[in-house]
């Protein structure tokens, strides 16, 4: 596993980098229209997933887990698809939609960085982003009602820190690059 996620480092990187340019752009216009809101975070889930599948299709022989890859990506894919089929939902429908989605990311990326430890002692990055996602769903789904200007900010919030810990996770397995082993076949 390790192998083949050092060889697509730069699809954290660039996944990382989406969410935290998603979360920047969502705190510098604070006063966004929800149609706003919307469209940020539809292109940031389509892109987001749209990455994952390919990644999941293209080590598809070599990876244990692909389906695990595959399932998160289509997740991505279908609730930015969503988004952009029904602009007009309301506020608290399309909370519901990143909570459900938030949720299913942060256990499948669980799932998949505990399957890294197994080749990288002490690797958490990974794990710490599902816990990431996990409790921004958690609250998502407690404090529906909490205002679009404070949902900004949280969703804000959490997308930067998700992003620098998905970041972080690329350069992890950067410097692991030829140095993982081949799995044996």
Do not use: C, Q
Not at 34 to 61: Q, R
């Amino acid at each position: 596993m390790l192998a083949e996620l050092s060889k697509v480092w730069w699809a954290f990187l660039i996944r990382g980098l989406a969410a935290i340019i998603f979360g920047i752009l969502a705190l510098v216009w604070p006063s966004a229209t929800l149609a706003v809101l919307i469209i940020l975070f539809g292109t940031y889930a389509l892109v987001d997933g749209v990455f994952l599948a390919v990644k999941a299709i293209s080590s598809w022989n070599a990876r244990d887990d692909r389906w695990l890859l595959l399932i998160e990506g289509l997740l991505g894919i279908g609730i930015g698809v969503m988004t952009f089929v029904s602009p007009a939902v309301t506020a608290i429908a399309l909370l519901f939609y990143i909570a459900a989605w938030s949720l299913a990311t942060g256990i499948i990326e669980i799932v998949s960085g505990i399957r890294l430890r197994k080749e990288i002692s002490g690797e958490i990055w990974w794990i710490l982003s599902g816990i990431v996602s996990i409790i921004f769903a958690v609250l998502l789904m407690l404090f529906p009602g909490a205002g679009v200007l404070g949902v900004l900010w949280l969703i804000s919030t959490y997308a930067i820190i998700f992003g620098v810990l998905l970041v972080m996770l690329s350069f992890r397995l950067l410097s692991h690059r030829g140095h993982a082993k081949a799995p044996k076949t």
